[in-house]
């Protein structure tokens, strides 16, 4: 059954990354904002909550997340009276990977629709794969829909891209779907794909198919949503690129808005299955019946406690 979006509508935006796009996405689809994050400079000119880490310089995500939960009542307060949440967060980062958890699980506690978007870390950040891909397990089990895209997979596709380019491209894409929510239909996980602004708009859609590729597997994707941007983009080269996808990707076929001046492929696939975050996770290929974990996601908890060491 698809997710349902109903007014009215909150944007919660956690860390930086996600504090800018939530500013982005609350104005584009004329809703109320709210940001969350433990550094004060992301939280201008918009109701915040900044999550105090007490004076650590460095702390890590189970210390920011304990910190979010001291601020529970807050964010709990501000969230209240919204039919649906739409969170933005860039996983990469210590308090998106955090907090995001913490507010998907308010939200699942409290009967709201959620919708996610959840940015993926680039390959090289070693340090922040596994808190990002359990984050983003947890994520998924409370969201309506969840929106994933892999930075990783857009640097393979363009490995000459620039990382302020791949944001930059990220950005636009996120934006792009925030805008159609109201028409789309989504459930369960998606994987938001997006190929450079092009003259040839078929090497954009390789690059969103190659991106998708190396996200799921073949045969994963149940529906897409196509996006071809240009206002320069000929009809026939619509058709072109929508016949292509509806050949790839089943019977889930493709639709087609083509609304900017800009030139390029915004693609939005559900996916069903394994994907490749999953693997981020060392444990996270035993299934779920097999396994035990905490109710609430980890986080570090000063007890107060005077242990001294025994050598």
Known sequence: MDFQIREPILVIGTGGAGSRLATMAAKAAGADCLLISSDSADLGGSKSVQISTKG???PSVRLVRASAYEAAGQIESAMRGYSTVIMMSNLAGKT?????PVVSGMCKKAGTGLVSFAIMPFGYEKNRLFDSGIALKRIRADSGCTVVLDNDSMLESNPD???KECYGIADSAIMHVV???GSSEMSGTSILTAGRQRQDIEESLRDSL???YGN???GSTRRSMLYVVGGGVSTGMIDSVSKITSGMLGDGGS???SASEESGIVMLSSVQGM???DGYDPLGAIPQEDTLDWSAPECSIDCGLELYQME
């Open 56 to 58: 650590v310089i460095n």
């Open 96 to 100: 998106g990977a955090a907090v995001a």
């Open 161 to 163: 891209l620039s990382p």
């Open 179 to 181: 805008c159609s929510l």
């Open 210 to 212: 190659k991106m998708l």
């Open 216 to 218: 799921a597997p073949p």
């Open 255 to 257: 639709h087609v808005d």
């Open 275 to 277: 994907t490749k975050f």
